[in-house]
């Protein structure tokens, strides 16, 4: 094969090209990036409501009578509703004496939350008397599991002869006990 010098030439600046464009083109072997969020626990909005859904910070209980009382027949049902619950599975309920309450008895250790005038009021998950009772003394959770965004803990209060008492240590008058519901979320 004969060559001239101009295809020398040519395959001399092709070759040189090719070299050229080769280092040129050098790769990134690595790149990095930093990732950042912030971590919350979830939450909902809790409210202890009566029985028809309606909102309330007091649960009335009306006239109760010492006869009520012996044969604890007297509660009323409420529940705690949890509503608009983002990034949250299931809650945790405790209930705890209120601000100024007390367990009822002579050595504030028994189950009821003391109302004063020897009357305590027993707080249940579920029906009084058949459900789980929520000591005021022996904190337990109980929970909630809370599916599209929502979720229902019914509950009953009952008023009681607080503990240690008769039915002749009660006198008559108005009865209340602040009872605080601790709430966690998971």
């Keep these: 094969m004969k060559m001239t010098s101009s295809t020398l030439i040519a395959l001399a600046v092709s070759a040189g ?10 790769g990134t072997t ?6 950042t969020s912030t971590v919350e626990v979830g939450t909902c909005t809790a409210q202890v409501q009566n029985a028809a ?4 910070s007091t649960l009335a209980f009306g006239d109760v009578y010492k006869s009520d009382l012996t044969a604890q027949s007297r509660s009323e ?3 705690i509703a949890f509503s608009g ?30 109302a004063g005038n020897a009357a305590a009021f027993e707080v249940w998950k579920g029906t009084a008397g058949s459900g789980t009772l929520l ?11 809370i599916s599209s965004g929502t979720g229902t803990m019914d509950l009953a209060a ?9 039915i002749s240590n009660v006198t008559t008058g108005n009865v209340s006990a602040p009872v605080t519901f601790v709430v966690t979320y998971q």
């Design 30 to 35: 690595s790149v990095s990036g930093t990732f």
């Design 85 to 114: 619950c983002a990034g949250v599975k299931s809650a945790s309920v405790e209930t705890t004496k209120g601000t100024g309450g007390n367990c009822s008895g002579d050595a504030k250790d028994g189950d009821s939350f003391d």
């Design 158 to 166: 009952r008023i009681v002869i607080a503990k240690g008492k008769t």
């Design 17 to 26: 090209m090719f070299t050229s464009a080769a280092s040129a083109i050098t």
């Design 53 to 56: 859904g309606t909102a309330i």
């Design 135 to 145: 000591s005021c003394k022996t904190t337990s959770k109980q929970n909630v599991t």
């Design 77 to 79: 049902p409420f529940k």
